[in-house]
């Protein structure tokens, strides 16, 4: 497949990064040379260095046979009218647009990007990815990384293992049979920092992160299993009352659950339009650093506090002086994945990567077949993919135990009949089937292969 990515940024350099890896013509385009040399260095793609916007550098990239067009440039407006031109001058088939303004997102807008007016397939909102990543990791504050799947009857969680876990040294396959009824798999494990899929002689260690695949009702057993606390999130601190920690706010004062909350936020015109806009939350303006403001929050109280201003120093630094205070867990906004690293040192428990949301989410709308669902993992190091079982596959109709997955690939759930199960190797893939496989990058077209799909436009 042809696809030309315009913005060779962080979320356009991973998107080059995926497509290119499984062996698909990619184009990359940007303003910037530098950002261009960068991709066509380190990455088997073309590059394009001009305005993606303009009819001749599009011509240049090849967009009269391009089959996707993904605009990712740091302009919504730059965005819109890449996909405008690519429709009307190229008539590529598939144009995604990257938009951050949200007056471009209001739901009464919607008859915009119809094909007869602004002709965008896929709108991808960052900040309402981002709300949403928020928004799971408070639902399971205990986890680092959270992503629903299967209709929302699983749940893949990220967790750190500390020393009070009761399970460190035993062999996953020992876990199986001391837990034989908990509809949960450790699909994944990051140690030194190299991320593997578990043999079942494999054993767990402290400070070894673990993505964990479980059934919705039976995540918390699952959490409290690897030593975690199940807290429920009755107070929260939210620093940045902006477009993310506005609609994390909204949505949780839409809950039944209702959550006290208090949003800081340092300038006073978004300060003022985050008081207009919340009926039950307190808006303090201020300096999130400032000790005192957190202290006015009843920061000491809070079960959690949610640092998602656009400065990464000040989310880490927020997240510490609240820990420092009593807060019982952070979570943070971290743009510069680099920063991840100072995650435990520090003492934070989660972070919210809006590159690793934004990339999950155009990787979802581009996958062809029957794929559902695909979540990124850390830096771009692996995949979990959700898609149903054709009649093509190669795996409908065997039993798990006999399907050829690559090392780096193992089954987190399976559902049947509308019913998640958990996988085991007598269990039979039949046609219909939706399964959930966690995979390394490098075995991605493999899974792709067994699944019968591929990157594809729809």
């Known amino acids: 497949m042809k696809v030309i990515i315009c913005g060779a940024g962080q979320v356009g350099w991973q998107i080059a990064r995926h497509l290119s890896g499984e062996r698909n013509d990619v184009t990359v385009v940007d303003n910037n040379p530098d950002l261009v040399r960068r991709a066509t260095d380190t990455l ?5 260095a001009g305005f993606a916007s303009y009819p001749d550098i599009l011509d240049a990239a090849g967009a009269r046979d391009a089959d996707m067009v993904i605009a990712a440039t740091h302009s919504d407006e730059v965005n819109m009218v890449t996909c405008q031109v690519a429709h009307s001058v190229f008539s590529v088939p598939k144009k995604i647009a990257r938009l951050r303004s949200q007056s471009y997102l209001n739901a009464i807008y919607s008859d915009l990007y119809r094909r007869e007016h602004m002709p965008i397939d896929v709108v991808i909102s960052p900040e309402r990815e981002v709300a949403d990543a928020a928004l799971r990791r408070l639902k399971h504050p205990a986890a680092f990384d959270t992503e629903s799947f299967l209709g929302g009857k699983a749940q893949l969680m990220g967790i750190v293992l500390d020393e009070d876990c009761p399970v460190v040294n035993t062999p996953l396959k020992q876990l199986s049979d001391l837990f034989s009824t908990l509809r949960a798999i450790v699909v994944g494990v990051r140690r030194s920092g190299r991320l593997f899929a578990p043999e079942p002689n494999d054993q767990l260690f402290v400070d070894d992160e673990i993505y964990v695949f479980a059934h919705r009702e039976d995540a918390d057993r699952a959490l409290e299993i690897f030593g975690k606390e199940v807290v ?24 039944t659950d209702r959550v006290r909350m208090k949003v800081i936020e340092k300038s006073r015109p978004v300060a003022e339009r985050a008081a207009d806009a919340l009926e039950r939350t307190i808006v303090l303006h201020g300096d999130g650093l400032n000790m005192e403001l957190l202290e006015e929050a009843n920061v000491a109280k809070a079960d959690a506090i949610l640092a998602v201003t656009d400065d990464d120093k000040t989310n880490i630094l927020a997240c510490v002086r609240a820990k420092a205070a009593g807060a019982k867990l952070s979570i943070c906004l971290i743009n510069d994945q680099s920063l991840s690293s100072l995650m435990i040192p520090l003492d934070i ?3 919210i990567n809006p590159r690793t949301t934004t990339v999950s989410s155009i990787l979802r709308h581009i996958r062809h077949g029957r794929v559902r669902e695909v979540y990124s993992i850390g830096d ?16 409908a109709g065997q039993l798990l135990r006999d399907i050829d997955f690559p090392e780096g690939v193992l089954v987190g759930g399976v559902m049947k009949g509308g019913e998640m ?8 893939i039949d046609e219909g089937d939706v399964i959930a496989i966690f995979s390394l990058s ?17």
Not at 442 to 458: G, H, T, Y
């Open 349 to 351: 428990d989660a972070i």
């Open 442 to 458: 490098a075995d991605v077209p493999e899974v792709e292969r067994l699944l019968q799909v591929s990157i594809d436009f729809f």
């Open 44 to 48: 088997d793609v073309q590059g394009i």
């Open 232 to 255: 429920k999130t009755q107070r929260a601190v939210i620093v940045g009352g902006g477009n993310v920690g506005l609609a994390v706010a909204k949505a949780l004062e839409g809950q």
């Open 421 to 428: 199960f958990r996988p085991a190797g007598n269990m039979r």
């Open 380 to 395: 771009a190091e692996a995949e979990v993919i959700e898609a149903q079982v054709l009649s093509t596959s190669p795996i």
